[in-house]
């Protein structure tokens, strides 16, 4: 029987369906801006505009009653080289200096401590977590006329327990030499943030590492030296950073405890002692009337910021990798 001869059909082929190009569709793009909108306003009017009016004001010889008058860099060189006309910027700049070399280390050194004992604890650690996280959330007036009175010459009690011991009273917030030790002292009392960052960094520490160095023989020394502290080299660094820039814009604190309770009276403690830069800036532009003064001081700030952070990136953090 003769096999049947089957014609060759043709090749068709499929005709690739329509797919969906990846990305958004025209509705979804409308429901992103509409939700990213709020950020973006609150961007553009109160972080954006202000800053862009400043950075203009910082040219003119302007005051709060008048039109600014355009002087170009006048305001900027009389800051930094006209003594006599503007006779505290450098006291400022040396008080702010002296305090972010004292308080950052000294916060840093006890949010470490804390840390350290809150992640040995194992029983009631959220308690004690929270009594030491709650000088952060305290309103910094609270703070200050706490601390006012605690450094009261007369009735404060750290005097009181200084002469249980036999120190002699001292008038911490009118003595020169006092005043930024105190006020880095309650920076310290305030590391809450800090030990809470510090107290993460500690739990990522893998165990394993801990139980080799205990294997290999290792002290609770050793251990700290030898395991915690290298393994915590980018959590200090990021508080090394974050800690200056906030040391260096310090003002609020300063502000409640020597203005005595009445905002016109401050003037930064005995002798300029406790006269930061942003205390300055505040007194030029709702003291004195230097408004433009004033806002070539915030971008003078804002330039030494970038350049003292850009220095840390620079050196410390090659350290720290």
């Avoid at 355009?70 to 006209?82: K, S």
């Avoid at 830069?277 to 004033?294: I, K, P, Q, S, T």
């Amino acid at each position: 029987m003769a096999t049947p001869v089957v014609a060759d059909r043709p090749t068709v082929t499929p005709r690739p369906g329509r797919r969906r190009r990846p990305g958004f569709g025209g509705s979804d793009r409308v429901i992103g801006w509409l939700l990213i909108a709020p950020a973006m306003v609150y961007f553009i009017v109160f972080l954006l505009y202000p800053a862009l009016a400043a950075l203009y004001y910082s040219f003119t010889d302007w005051n709060l009653r008048s039109a600014p008058n355009w002087v170009g860099l006048t305001n900027y060189t009389d800051l930094l080289f006209d003594d006599a006309k503007y006779p505290h910027f450098w006291q400022s700049v040396k008080v702010t200096l002296q305090y972010t070399l004292i308080a950052v280390p000294l916060t840093m050194g006890t949010a470490l401590c804390q840390a350290l004992l809150l992640n040995a604890i194992r029983r009631g650690s959220n308690l004690f977590r929270l009594l030491l996280f709650l000088p952060v959330v305290t309103a910094e007036t609270a703070v200050g006329a706490i601390w006012r009175w605690l450094y009261d010459p007369q009735y404060g009690l750290i005097n009181v327990f200084l002469g249980l011991v036999g120190i002699p009273r001292q008038n911490w917030l009118n003595t020169p030499e006092l005043v930024i030790p105190a006020l880095a002292f309650i920076a310290a009392w305030q590391c809450g943030i800090s030990m809470i960052i510090y107290l993460a960094g500690l739990k990522g520490i893998p165990s394993s590492i801990r139980e080799a160095a205990i294997i290999d023989g290792a002290g609770p020394v050793q251990r700290f030296w030898k395991v915690v502290v290298p393994m915590l080299r980018p959590t200090t660094f990021y508080l090394l950073v974050t800690g200056v820039i906030a040391a260096l814009q310090v003002f609020g604190l300063v502000y409640v405890i020597f203005s005595g309770g009445g905002g016109r009276s401050v003037t930064g403690g005995p002798e300029q002692s406790g006269l930061t830069y942003v205390l300055h800036l505040y007194l030029f532009a709702f003291r004195y009337d230097a408004m433009g003064a004033a806002c070539a001081m915030s971008f003078i700030l804002l330039t030494f910021i970038m350049i003292i952070t850009a220095l840390q990136f620079r050196f410390v953090k090659q350290e720290v990798s």
